[in-house]
């Protein structure tokens, strides 16, 4: 590899250190040995989308914009009236027009926060469906963190558990030293040790929650970690919906000259035979 780059022109080199950059960062974005429960988005359960962008509204946009979405396309897509989107949803005293933008002023994000909360219009598409869920659900009683919480898929977090009212407080169990271990030691840093990440996932158990302390089942609650993950589906590609619908219409459009092409070749080779 190096080889090959010595021996060409600057620009080519310069071309190929950006590609095995690329190439080598990709991996390091998706790989993660953290066990997620799948998750498949279904963009035909309106009411499960429209469940996803009610908790949104009222538990992330305060933080996170969805910068490239609008309130009036959502509402529509998602067979919201307006005047409900109006009254139930927007609370930023915006238009039905507006973007979708969050009311956290960014300088100060990012002096409370640390990093200031991304906007989460791609984060489906960057992230994947599944691991937006699994993070929502992910999050765990850790003293040594700023919140009081760290999150299994996304480990150190600058994000408190936002869902924690509705989920109760997630605490999680490891069978055997050597797992509480990794789990206590902050120091070790688990994306570099891969090893240390798999003795952690295989022994400890997440999804204790200490019962009554939450508003929602544990049903419930995966639930709502679906519906937002859906909804953030729905936003990274909202022309989706859409595609299908039109697709639906080419194909019945295509099946319909088909059957008048037949007949028509019929019609003219009748004579001939
Ligand atoms: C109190 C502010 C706050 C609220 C409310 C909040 N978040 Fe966050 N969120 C953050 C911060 C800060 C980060 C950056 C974390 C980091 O980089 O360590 C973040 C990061 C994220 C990420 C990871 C983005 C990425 O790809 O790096 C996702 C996904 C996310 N939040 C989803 C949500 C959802 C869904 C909700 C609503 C249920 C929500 N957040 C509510 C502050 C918030």
Redesign the pocket.
């Known amino acids: 590899m190096n080889v090959a780059v010595r021996a060409m022109p600057g620009r080519g080199r310069l071309a190929l250190a950006i590609l095995a950059g690329m190439a080598a960062a990709v991996p390091a974005l998706a790989a993660t040995d953290v066990r997620l429960d799948p998750f498949d988005p279904d963009l035909t359960d309106k009411p499960s989308l429209q469940r996803g962008m009610a908790?949104?509204a009222n538990?992330?946009l305060?933080?996170?914009s969805l910068k490239f979405q609008r309130y009036e396309r959502t509402a529509d897509d998602l067979g919201i009236p307006h005047d409900v989107a109006l009254r139930n949803l927007i609370f930023t005293g915006q238009a039905i027009g507006g973007l979708m933008e969050t009311s956290m002023p960014a300088e100060g994000a990012k002096n409370w926060?640390g990093?200031p909360?991304?906007d989460?219009t791609m984060?489906d598409r960057?992230?994947g469906t599944a691991w937006?869920y699994n993070?929502?659900k992910g999050f765990y009683v850790d003293e040594k963190r700023p919140f009081g919480v760290n999150n299994r898929v996304?480990e150190n977090?600058?994000?408190?558990h936002?869902?924690i009212g509705l989920q109760g407080v997630p605490e999680v169990e490891c069978r055997g030293k050597k797992a509480a271990n990794i789990l206590a030691d902050r120091s070790r840093i688990l994306e570099k040790d891969p090893a240390a990440r798999r003795v952690r996932e295989d022994n400890c158990s997440w999804t204790r929650v200490v019962p009554g302390t939450g508003a929602y089942s544990a049903a419930e609650f995966d639930q709502a970690a679906k519906d937002?993950a859906n909804f953030l589906h729905y936003v990274g590609d909202p022309g989706r919906l859409e595609r299908r619908r039109i697709g639906y219409w080419v194909l019945g459009f295509l099946a319909g000259l088909f059957v008048l092409a037949t007949l028509l070749n019929r019609e003219y080779w009748k004579d001939v035979h």
């Open positions: 908790l949104f538990y992330c305060g933080c996170h926060f990093v909360p991304p989460l984060v960057v992230r937006v993070m929502l996304f977090i600058a994000m408190p936002v869902l937002i």
